[in-house]
Antibody
């Protein structure tokens, strides 16, 4: 059974930093592109970051580029999101999501974790 | 960036009724290499994570009941539930994954 378990959320002051983790199991983690997706308090879904299976390629939307860094440890089956210069608009439930092995067979995000909550507030 | 627009934002139907919801993209999401539309639909029930229902605009994910049908191509897409069940109470999101990744604002389905 595929499982994705996020951790590391919390309350952070504006300008602060935090690192989220996602523990993956039930599949060959090193074969899949992985992503972080967040859900705002208004329930809007926003893609935050993507990393290729080997970790050599990363992608971000402009809203977080330069502030967030996605990384992975394939030996430990873990995905990470380092967040810095946090803003109130980063407040959200952060999901770890499995994307795909190959672009031609991509289905979207086929598995999601339960999420971890980040609140940015003074 | 490709923008996704869903309508209606909410709807309420009785169990057994047919439901149709729309998703429009600001650009085509057709991937030329395989002629597939990179459009997915997710169901998010209260208190749960999103669940993949449909990918490539019309392919049902394994285990999804056949009352859920996706259709459309290019920029206009539809999710149809042929006979709504009480358990279908949820918010439904469309998502394009051709260029970057963007989601629609969701359609909230309520059961009368």
């Amino acid at each position: 059974e595929v499982m994705l378990v996020e951790s590391g959320g919390g309350l952070v002051k504006p300008g602060g930093s935090l690192k989220l983790s996602c523990a993956a199991s039930g599949f060959t983690f090193s074969s899949y592109t992985m992503s972080w997706v967040r859900q705002t308090p208004e329930k809007r879904l926003e893609w935050v970051a993507t990393i290729s299976s080997g970790g050599g390629n990363t992608y971000y939307p402009d809203s977080v580029k330069g502030r967030f860094t996605i990384s992975r440890d394939n030996a430990k089956n873990n995905l990470y999101l380092q967040m810095s210069s946090l803003r109130s608009e980063d407040t959200a439930l952060y999901y770890c999501a499995r994307y795909s092995q190959f672009i031609t067979t991509a289905k979207g995000f086929d598995y999601w974790g339960q999420g971890t909550t980040l609140t940015v507030s003074s | 960036n490709i923008m996704m627009t869903q309508s209606p934002s909410s709807l309420a139907v009785s169990a057994g009724e047919k439901v149709t919801m729309s998703c429009k993209s600001s650009q085509s999401v057709l991937y030329s290499s395989n002629q597939k539309n990179y459009l997915a639909w997710y169901q998010q029930k209260p208190g749960q994570s999103p669940k993949l229902l449909i990918y490539w605009a019309s392919t049902r994910e394994s285990g999804v009941p056949d009352r859920f049908t996706g259709s459309g191509s290019g920029t206009d897409f539809t999710l149809t539930i042929s006979s709504v069940q009480a358990e279908d109470l949820a918010v439904y999101y469309c998502h394009q994954y051709l260029s970057s990744r963007t989601f629609g604002g969701g359609t909230k389905l309520e059961i009368k």
